[in-house]
């Protein structure tokens, strides 16, 4: 969590991940604190005020199902927060600017299975239950025990918390980083590195992995070390559904009509789709290579790193931003000793382009903004490209690399 001072609800926080460096051979200029997050509208910033107190209490969640908003056991705990705690829900991506709603609360819990005597022993869930039902699309919660085979896959993390633990900033805005599940216990699961990982402000929020081709919360962000230097921990979500479901249950009627995966709207699911194919927001399994086949479209859902469509013969491909929160990722490799193009034409105004490069351990490095960006490597690898903004007129764009493989 982090506490903040205020002026105002909404004008007081200002947040958070750790840093996506730019690639040493195609440095321009790096990014300090991670990357914003524009996508997740259903992560939510989790927010407290204590009656008379000069500062507020941040702290991150995810919708789970009309009315509940899964958090951390310590963001909502009286024993951590104090007594009197008014707490409301924030949902834009930088809460400095007021860009998103204001939820009202009626209740929080804390697993009474969590002790801030016993960190390690997990149980570190908290629910935030809303006055009234969000329109905000629920996100599916792992309800499968972690297996071995699952350490060192890909896994995503998003919050609101500090970008900077020495300074103390940056805060309030919404970050996401790509990083691997490094280790697991019965309880915890360790998700992040030095580089890229939580900070304060990041409790409670959500870490994703794919699972049956749907991004799955695995994990509550739980605690790390005071500097924010170790990546962090996380609290199993599989482990503690005995003290969720009641909640799930009581918030909403889960229904799977028309839908074959991902979310039955109450944090549960409705199936997982064969391996090569994602599941789309409609529910329906297809193909994860991409849309080249029908036409050279993109392929639903690409909304982050780990669903990354693959790019069509001739190295393009269409797509549309249905949204303005709506963003797509395409993933692309190009030689070693190579000059690659990467352009993005048409598309809603206001629509960019961001280039990423991807290592070996899965970690983003920055590589350029544009409508076009043009770099040389010396030494190749994979790279993401993301198309993202726009006013949600919603017309197609092509994205287009030379250079590619």
């Keep these: 969590m982090s506490w903040l001072q205020w002026t105002s609800l909404i004008g007081l926080v200002a947040g958070c991940a750790y840093g996506l460096p730019a690639a040493p051979e195609e440095k321009e200029l790096p990014i300090i604190g991670g990357e914003p997050d524009s996508g997740d509208p259903s992560v939510v910033a989790v927010y407290g005020v204590r009656p008379g107190s000069p500062g507020g209490l941040l702290c991150t969640g995810s919708v789970v199902a009309p009315t509940v908003v899964l958090t951390a056991a310590h963001c909502v705990a009286a024993s951590e927060t104090g007594l009197g705690v008014r707490f409301s829900v924030l949902t834009g991506a930088n809460l400095s600017r007021g860009d998103g709603e204001q939820l009202a609360v009626r209740e929080v819990h ?30 599916s919660l792992n ?31 919404k970050r996401q980083v790509l990083t691997r599940l490094q280790s697991m216990s019965t309880a915890l699961i360790g998700v992040g ?3 890229r990982g939580t900070c304060n402000g990041d409790s409670g929020g959500p870490a994703f992995m794919e699972m049956g081709g749907t991004e799955t919360i695995v994990g509550t962000t739980s605690f790390g070390n005071s500097d924010c230097t ?18 799930l249950a009581s918030s909403c009627t889960p229904t799977c009509e028309q839908r074959w995966c991902g979310s039955d709207g109450c944090g549960g699911s409705c199936g997982t789709c064969s391996a090569g194919s994602s599941c789309s927001q409609a529910g329906q399994c297809a193909p994860s290579s991409s ?18 469509n693959r790019l069509c013969a001739g190295g393009t491909i269409q797509g549309t931003l249905s949204s303005v929160d709506d963003q797509d990722w395409f993933t692309f490799s190009v030689p070693a000793g190579s000059t690659y193009d990467v352009t ?16 070996s351990t899965g970690r983003l490095s920055f590589i350029g903004d544009g409508p076009e960006v043009s770099r040389h490597t010396d030494t190749g690898g994979t790279y993401q490209a993301r198309v993202l903004g ?13 250079g590619a493989q």
Excluded at 115 to 132: F, R, W, Y
Excluded at 292 to 307: F, H, K, M, V, Y
Excluded at 347 to 357: D, F, H
């Design 110 to 139: 804390a697993n009474p299975r969590w002790s801030p005597h016993n960190l390690e022993a997990g149980h570190d869930q908290g629910v935030v239950i809303l006055s009234q039902p969000t329109r905000l699309r629920p996100l």
């Design 193 to 195: 590195t030095r580089r």
């Design 344 to 359: 993005l034409t048409g598309g809603p105004a206001g629509a960019w382009l961001r280039v990423y490069k991807s290592s």
């Design 143 to 173: 309800r499968h025990p972690l297996a071995n085979s699952t350490l060192g896959q890909l896994a995503r993390i998003v919050g609101y918390g500090l970008a900077d633990s020495s300074t103390q900033t940056g805060d309030g805005i």
């Design 230 to 247: 170790d990546g962090g921990y996380d609290a199993r979500v599989d482990t503690d559904l005995a003290f969720l479901d009641p909640y």
């Design 291 to 308: 849309g080249c086949a029908a036409g050279g479209r993109e392929q639903e859902p690409n909304d982050s790193a780990l669903e990354a």
């Design 390 to 402: 726009g006013d949600g007129s919603g017309p197609a764009y092509r994205l287009a690399v030379s």
